[in-house]
């Protein structure tokens, strides 16, 4: 099956500074979604962008498809960016309703 | 508009028992999937259903089910509850054919004793 790599694991960050996320896939999807898990468990939607760039307030993202890749913006980091990131992959193979996850970048934005 | 709704929050079970799990997908939305997390094993996928019928199904044991009911709210059920089962159980929905962009609910809690 398809593999979803996320790159770094860790991140430790000062506030105010700057971060890329990479999520690399191995085969083709339909769509790619990235998440923020918050300290209570839930994803909260970030963006879901199968190709192109978007942009909201201090983060953006990019997926590459034919590249087999995305990158994850973050910019002017803050403390309450702190926490786990995953991308999620829908597989083009897919029936539907099933995400591929990676195993997520945990980012800690120190004061 | 309301989202993602599961209930309980948090429950507390021992081995051996079983447990049931539910999900309220976004008004409008009729596909609702299944995830569990684990620190070991992170989200994986349990089970997808869209019109009450289960579409795609995850590499669980039969312990393991799930059912869609007619106003798209869904139930997981695990019996005969093993200690490796602790995890938090997620639920997501999805407005139509394909995965489209899914929204997740905040999760249940399942601590096996």
């Known amino acids: 099956g398809i593999q979803v790599e996320q790159s770094p694991p860790d991140l430790i960050l000062q506030e105010g500074a700057n971060s890329t996320l990479r999520c690399n896939f191995s085969?083709?999807?339909?769509?790619l979604q990235w998440f923020h898990q918050n300290p209570w468990g839930q994803l909260i939607n970030l963006f879901y962008?199968?190709?192109g760039t978007k942009q909201n307030g201090r983060l953006s993202a990019t997926t590459v498809a034919t590249e087999r890749y995305s990158l994850l913006y973050i910019s002017s980091s803050q403390t309450t960016d702190s926490g786990v990131y995953f991308c999620?992959?829908?597989?083009?193979?897919?029936?539907?309703?099933?995400?591929?996850f990676g195993q997520g970048t945990e980012l800690s934005v120190k004061p | 508009k309301a989202g993602v709704t599961q209930t309980p929050r948090y429950l507390i079970k021992t081995r051996g028992q079983q447990v049931t799990l539910s999900c309220s997908p976004i008004?409008?939305?009729?596909?609702v999937s299944w995830y569990q997390q684990t620190p070991g094993q992170g989200l994986q996928f349990l089970f997808e259903?869209?019109?009450?019928?289960?579409?795609n199904k995850g590499n669980f044991p039969g312990r393991f089910s799930g059912r869609q009911f007619s106003n798209s709210r869904s139930e997981m059920n695990v019996s005969t509850l093993e200690l490796g089962d602790s995890a938090l159980y997620l639920c997501a929905s999805s407005s139509g054919t394909g995965a489209g962009e899914l929204f997740f609910g905040e999760g249940s809690r399942l601590t096996v004793l």
């Open positions: 999620a992959v829908d597989p083009i193979y897919n029936q539907g309703g099933k995400l591929i």
């Open positions: 008004s409008g939305h009729r596909s």
């Open positions: 259903y869209f019109s009450e019928t289960q579409r």
């Open positions: 962008i199968p190709s």
């Open positions: 085969d083709s999807v339909n769509n």
